[in-house]
């Protein structure tokens, strides 16, 4: 059993900062891949950042400048430090993770999705 749990998400204005987490737990041997995803009302999930154990990242370009993903491995923690929101970044952030676990198999894995509102 896997779980991903997020937290960090909330109402701000526009310019401001939030910063989001994401605790991976369960039956874990390793994580290679961990990463940010959002999905606005109407919209299609979308990718927003990810992070390989050995910190190499990749940001979609709407974010690139304003948003940093970091990891601690040890904690098994994915953060997203995001600073100068504006309205379109409200969305539902959903934390994910690929990962192989203690019985050796690979698999995606999702957490539950935390609200994001930029608004005046």
């Known amino acids: 059993q896997v779980q991903l749990v997020e937290s960090g998400g909330g109402l701000v204005q526009p310019g401001g900062s939030l910063r989001l987490s994401c605790a991976a737990s369960g039956s874990i041997l390793s994580i290679q891949l961990m990463g940010w995803y959002r999905q606005a009302p109407g919209k299609q999930r979308e990718l927003v950042a990810t992070i390989t154990s050995g910190g190499n990242t990749n940001y979609a370009d709407s974010v690139k400048g304003r948003f940093t993903i970091s990891r601690d491995n040890a904690k098994r923690t994915v953060y997203l430090q995001m600073s100068g929101l504006k309205p379109e970044d409200t969305a539902v952030y959903y934390c994910?993770?690929?990962?192989?676990?203690?019985?050796?198999?690979?698999?995606?894995?999702w957490g539950q999705g935390t609200q994001v509102t930029v608004s005046s």
């Open positions: 994910n993770a690929f990962l192989t676990s203690t019985t050796m198999t690979w698999g995606t894995y």
